[in-house]
């Protein structure tokens, strides 16, 4: 029985080596998988490492040019950016019929841009008819608008571009001056009238006056409209003053200031003094002629009262003592 109680003894000390031998074991392995993993991590690592420090100085660059770029963006904004917002004010530019003005960007880009009036491109792209060799550009981005009419007048949009893409734009309302002289009851074109016209005002001394409106033509017998131009049909003094072609909002287009010819104020004036002066010689000829016919008279009468006197003489000499 005692052989028997040792070999159970044995068996179970073997059995709990082995367990133990067999716990060490996958404790090992454990930690050697742990080892694994970590290297493979950190080779992993590596590798994402290497690309992101390969491209660091690409994605510098790429900073850098974008800083930049805000910091253009920026200033456009900061002085241009009511000009391209809808309904804020643009830029004015004033010029005189046949002159030129300037239309200025205040850019470093020389690249060519493009400018529009409505649905017509002034400058760039396929330029309307009406502006043909009358849009020029400088040596940066100003363009200059030469022999200046009075349907030039309007809104005007010009917009930078940096390799085919739209970089910031600049509104424009141009306004036209006219000066105008004319004879006393000669024909007179008195303008013509630009896309945006919605109404013409005429001002003078008294009073302000509404000549024209559109959909409703001519409001005066003063004015008669052939396709879009106003023509006074014979001058008189009460057609002078300033005109002025209003668009929707009330701005001002074109303003025509209309006076009477010199040659026409000078013959007036000469015939003025012509009439004068033969009034003079009239006057003096008249005059003349008075002083004549005074002395004549004195004479006459002098004459007679010595011949008169004569007669009584010789009436008393023969007279009887």
């Known amino acids: 029985m005692n052989w028997i109680v040792r070999l159970q003894q044995k068996l179970d000390f073997d059995g709990h080596a082995r367990s133990g031998f067999w716990r060490r074991g996958t404790e090992m392995a454990a930690i050697k998988g742990r080892q694994r993993r970590g290297s493979e991590d950190r080779r992993k690592a590596k590798k994402r490492k290497h690309p992101i420090s390969k491209n660091r100085s690409e994605k510098s660059l790429r900073t850098h040019l974008r800083t930049h770029l805000n910091i253009y963006l920026y200033w456009c904004l900061l002085f241009f950016l009511p000009s391209v917002l809808s309904g804020a ?26 400018l529009t009036f409505g649905t017509k491109t002034a400058y760039g792209g396929l330029q309307n008819e009406h502006f043909r060799d009358r849009v020029h550009k400088t040596d940066t981005c100003d363009l200059i608008l030469k022999d200046l009419k009075t349907t030039d007048a309007g809104k005007y949009l010009l917009t930078l571009y940096v390799e085919g893409e739209p970089l910031c734009s600049y509104s424009y309302e141009v306004r036209v001056d006219v ?31 509404e000549v024209w409106r559109r959909g409703m033509g001519v409001r005066t017998d003063r004015l008669m409209d052939k396709d879009g ?12 003053g300033t005109y002025r072609v209003l668009n929707s ?3 001002v287009l074109v ?67």
């Open 89 to 114: 004010d643009s830029l004015p530019v004033v010029g005189k019929m046949g002159g030129s003005i300037t239309l200025k960007c205040n850019s470093d880009n020389t690249q060519d841009p493009i």
């Open 229 to 240: 131009h106003l023509i006074i049909r014979s001058y008189t003094l009460r057609d002078a």
């Open 179 to 209: 000066n105008l002289t004319a004879r006393i009851g000669e024909e007179v074109m008195l303008v013509d009238l630009p896309g945006d016209a919605e109404s013409v005002e005429h001002l003078s001394n008294t009073s302000s006056t």
């Open 249 to 251: 909002t009330g701005g």
């Open 255 to 321: 303003t025509v200031t209309l006076t009477e010819s010199k040659y026409e104020q000078d013959s007036t004036r000469d015939d003025n003094t012509k009439g004068t002066e033969r009034h003079h010689v009239w006057v003096w000829m008249m005059a003349l002629v008075a002083v004549i016919a005074f002395t004549g008279f004195m004479i006459y009468r002098c004459l007679n009262r010595n011949k008169a006197q004569g007669v009584l003489m010789k009436e008393i000499v023969q007279l009887p003592i």
